[in-house]
């Protein structure tokens, strides 16, 4: 059996019961280091953990759908929640397996970074850059998401559409100078927080960073 299971921001706080279960009766648990990490107090001692890297994880996945398919439980941990920036690794263990899987949704970064910016989803749209290839397609929905006056939750793309970046083009873009912007870092740990307008954004972040910005008129207020 294998399951995907979303652990959570990084702090056990968030981790739910059904994960711990699925991790605690595991024969196999895999994922990238850090990930893996939120989660290794509930491995038992003869777990075998693997750990996935941007270079390895086309083999070990292999290796672990043979283990999956000899009968063994394997639980591959995803970072927060499988269903916001976690499908291409999804899509590469179904491939290894050879059909689709099992997710198990865990609490996302973007639920934390809501939750600490209170804003409600209903009003907001979630995009993601942190992914391979063209995320030109990407960066004209999230034009179209402001033009909507519509709150956007980013991932930014570590190295290349960090939010400086995602700021700069936005601008060239036409998007509003004066939209309200959070970049938070290492939600539920060590947290920092800037916040400013979208103009003043060019500071550099850590690759765990997310980031807001808000609509120009707030919709909540509307009753
Ligand atoms: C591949 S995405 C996975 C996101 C994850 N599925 C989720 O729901 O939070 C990884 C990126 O999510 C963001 N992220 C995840 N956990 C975070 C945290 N604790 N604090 C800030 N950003 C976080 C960072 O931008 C990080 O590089």
């Not at 601008?171 to 100078?177: A, C, H, K, Q």
């Not at 938070?184 to 850590?206: H, I, M, R, V, Y």
Request: proline share 4%; charged share 20%.
């Amino acid at each position: 059996m294998i399951t995907c299971v979303g652990v959570g921001p990084g702090d056990k706080k968030h981790i739910t019961n059904y994960a711990i279960e699925l991790v605690s009766d595991a024969d196999v648990a895999v994922g990238f280091e850090y990930v893996l990490k939120i989660v290794q107090t509930y491995l038992k001692p003869n777990t075998k953990t693997c750990i996935l890297t941007y270079k390895n994880q086309v083999t070990i996945l292999e290796e672990i759908a043979k283990l999956h398919h000899q009968g063994l439980k394997v639980v591959v941990v995803f970072m927060g929640d499988i269903h916001f920036s976690g499908f291409q690794l999804l899509e590469r263990v179904e491939l290894a397996c050879g059909h689709n899987v099992e997710t198990i949704p865990g609490i996302s970064s973007s639920q934390i970074l809501a939750s600490r910016t209170r804003v409600c989803f209903d009003e907001t749209s979630f995009i993601t850059f942190h992914r391979r290839g063209n995320i030109e397609p990407f960066k004209k929905h999230l034009i179209s998401i402001l033009n909507d006056n519509r709150n956007a939750i980013i991932i930014p793309r570590p190295f290349d559409f960090m939010p400086k970046d995602i700021a700069s083009f936005l601008l060239e873009n036409g998007i509003n100078s004066t939209h309200k912007v959070e970049v938070w870092e290492n939600l539920t740990q060590a947290e920092s927080c800037w916040s400013g307008l979208l103009k003043d954004l060019n500071q550099d972040f850590s690759d765990l960073s997310i980031m807001l910005i808000r609509c120009l008129v707030p919709l909540t207020s509307q009753l």
